[in-house]
């Protein structure tokens, strides 16, 4: 069954195996509360990474007892990331969350070539949206780690994308290779590249899914619109996942509905050996509790 909201994500995570995630650099309120909250519900287990003292007191203050046995204590951002990978790979855990450190820094240590836990894929963030104004949850990709992605890397972010949606629950996703017109236009770089996603789609090469593109934002989420427009796809107003053109796009649309629709969300990295969810440090309780439950829907 297709997961419509993130009612329903919390729901499906609470049925399935209780999964463990490594917290890097846990001294943090919002990440510590999301994840003592999630333990509290008997969702999630947990390693916590970071200033011992200062995590125990901060959970103290939110009301949550932590057992000291699941407290690492390490001093540096660099250790806090270097132990949390090492916990993947020594499957002690199903998926790391980020707590009050720079992204850069866990990142540095996932894809460490000795170390690391990179799989040799591309590896991509998804934004998860349950927006109030529409009829189930959305992606947007990649919005929060691939700048300016070349048509290889927009492949894979499609997968990664696929991925997520078919663990949801959604037997043949529905992608829009976003841009600012729906023609091919030489001069505009992005429509090459939809147009390719699309042929490679309806010749099988991404599986069970249809791409769409190049496509609009107002077709891709609007049947009227496309109607209007004489737009004939299945993927108009029905759509699942919308793969951006560059990291600016995804950013400012996301956080667009965020600010001004009411959206919620849930941020995660895949291409790994195990999901990560990587949140901004200013990020809210929800958010990063969200982000928990779609990692944990994905790991394993």
């Given amino acids: 069954m297709e ?7 919390r729901k499906r995570v609470a049925l399935g195996r209780k999964k463990t995630a ?4 846990a001294h943090d309120e919002h990440t510590l509360e999301s994840v003592l909250k999630a333990h509290e519900e008997d969702l999630l287990n947990y390693y916590l990474i970071g200033h011992k003292d200062e995590i125990m007191k901060k959970a103290k ?16 951002d660099e250790e806090c990331a270097q132990i949390a990978v090492h916990l993947v790979n020594e499957k002690k855990v199903d998926f790391i969350q980020k707590g009050l450190m720079q992204t850069s820094t866990l ?11 990179g799989k040799g894929v591309t590896m991509s ?10 009829h189930k949850i959305m992606g947007v990709t990649d919005g929060g780690m691939i700048l300016y992605p070349d048509l290889e890397k927009k492949k894979s972010i499609v997968r990664n994308a696929v991925e997520i949606f078919r663990k949801a629950g959604y037997e043949k996703p529905k992608v829009a290779a976003m841009c600012a017109v729906e023609v091919v236009n030489p001069k505009m770089p992005e429509t090459v590249d939809a147009q390719v996603l699309k042929e490679i789609s309806e010749s099988g090469g991404f599986g069970e899914c249809c791409v769409e593109g190049p496509i609009s934002m ?33 950013n400012v649309m996301v956080k667009a509905l965020l600010e001004f629709a009411g959206a919620k969300m849930a941020g995660l990295v895949i ?3 195990a999901p990560i969810a990587l ?21 394993g």
């Avoid at 997961?3 to 994500?9: A, M, P, S, Y």
């Avoid at 203050?61 to 407290?71: Q, V």
């Avoid at 949140?279 to 790991?299: D, P, Q, V, W």
């Fill in 61 to 76: 203050a939110l009301g949550f007892e932590t057992c000291e046995e699941w407290i690492i204590d390490c001093r540096t």
């Fill in 279 to 299: 949140n901004s440090r200013s990020a809210s309780f929800e958010e990063k509790y969200y982000s928990l439950m779609a990692c944990s829907l994905m790991a």
């Fill in 107 to 117: 990142l540095k240590a996932v894809v460490n070539k000795e170390t690391g836990i």
């Fill in 22 to 25: 490594a917290v890097a650099c």
């Fill in 125 to 134: 963030h998804v934004a998860l949206l349950d927006i109030p104004g529409y």
């Fill in 218 to 250: 107002d077709i891709a989420v609007n049947k009227e619109a496309a109607q209007i427009k004489k737009y004939d796809s299945q993927v108009a107003g029905d759509v699942d996942i919308i793969i951006v053109p560059d990291i600016d796009t995804g």
């Fill in 271 to 273: 291409g790994a050996k």
């Fill in 3 to 9: 997961i419509k909201n993130f009612k329903e994500l």
